[in-house]
């Protein structure tokens, strides 16, 4: 195959990839998701689950999909054309291009919401709004901010503007540089959480809600819940890891990348669990809250401890940067499918990419006012959204990913940038072959009666 070059550019190193993709992993999803669903599904038994897919799915993948990306260096969609062409595959495989571009738009509608909400939460609690506030108050005050659609969409429109803003700076001068600054900012914040989760003095309480796995409380939903968690912590699936992947020097090793990225989001994850869960039982909260759960049980817990006003703004700080640069990473597909097939300029692509999330982001806005009552399939724009990007199409582009690389690409081409055909290649060349795919679908035939 021959060597191609990006038209977008290249990252400084192969640090920046990985501080990169690290920034578009580390996001919402361990800081706000990964505490509320393992709440909901019982704690220690879906965190096994949860690591099990990470190993058993997460890692092969996406050591798959930074190795498509630096192969076809282009968007999504042309990455795969690319490719499909050279392997002289059916042309219908470019449809896995489109499905990510497609995903990472819809995921960013609601993310960007969610990142309104911890702005909104940054300022809230810096002000002191929380201070010496009971449970009553604070459940109120959530409540409040999601009966607001013009509180929620103005935080969405600022939200979107600054992810924008970055992108339109490009691979280097933007991406890059934003997470050169906020990724250290985020492990930082994230370490004085812990640190301030171990002077609640039930901090074991914490650790054994994460690590005591009771089976008993495991459900058929929480395996697919996990597994699709799994692709969204990693942010697998939908094409931001193979665009991240088709700006990474020739040189980079994909596979130690990969092990990097994965590690540090399963990390942070856990870190953020084991900030949260201590301070939510310190103040006898309930880890089972949902999505509320660091929007209400933490402001309580704020409120009412010493420091709190300083932690608390530190702790919304820390997400706000996390989720943007995970947003980032989100829109890049379409920008640069927009910039490679429609002729566009950077900025001109980000206008109308942006402009489009933005207007499908007033639906999640409103899931929680106007429109809360309206439902499909019994959940909520928002719930609906979520469950379709999360649950479905980013573990259904994952095993197509997995699939492609494992079967359609020449062995040749995929040990040529894995680096030989030794012990590690033979294994994940197995494990995508086999294991992920596998694993996925028997997953999805499970889910099938729970839906
Ligand atoms: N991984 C991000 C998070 O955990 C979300 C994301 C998903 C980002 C898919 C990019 C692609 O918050």
Redesign the pocket.
Known sequence: MAKRQSLHGEWSSRWAFILAATG???????????PYITGENGGGAFVLVYLLCIALVGIPIMIAEIMLGRLGRRSPINTMRHLVREARANPRWQYLGWLGVV??FL??SY?SVIAGWAMAYFFRVASGMFDGADADQVTAAFDGLLASPEVLLAWHTIFMLMTMLVVARGVRAGLEAAVRLLMPLLFVLLAVMVGYAMSTGVFMDGVRFLFEPDFSRLSGTSVLVAMG?A???????????MIYGSYLPQNASIAQAGFWIAGA?TLV?LMAGLAIFPIVFANGLEPGAGPGLIFVTLPIAFGNMPAGTLFGALFFLLLVF??WS??I??IEPAVTHLVEDHGQSRIQACVKAGLATWLLGIGTVLSFNWWADIKVFGKTFFDALDFL??NIM?PLGGLFIAIFAGWVLSRRDSERELGGDHLGYRLWHFTVRYVSPLAVFVVFLRSIEVI
Do not use: E, P, Q
Not at 231 to 241: E, N, P, Q, V
């Open positions: 578009s992993a580390v996001g919402l999803g361990n800081i706000w998701k990964f995903a990472g995921i960013l993310y968690h692709f969204f912590t990693l942010s697998l699936g939908m094409g931001a890891i989001d994850a996390a989720a995970s947003a990473s989100l990007t999360a980013l």
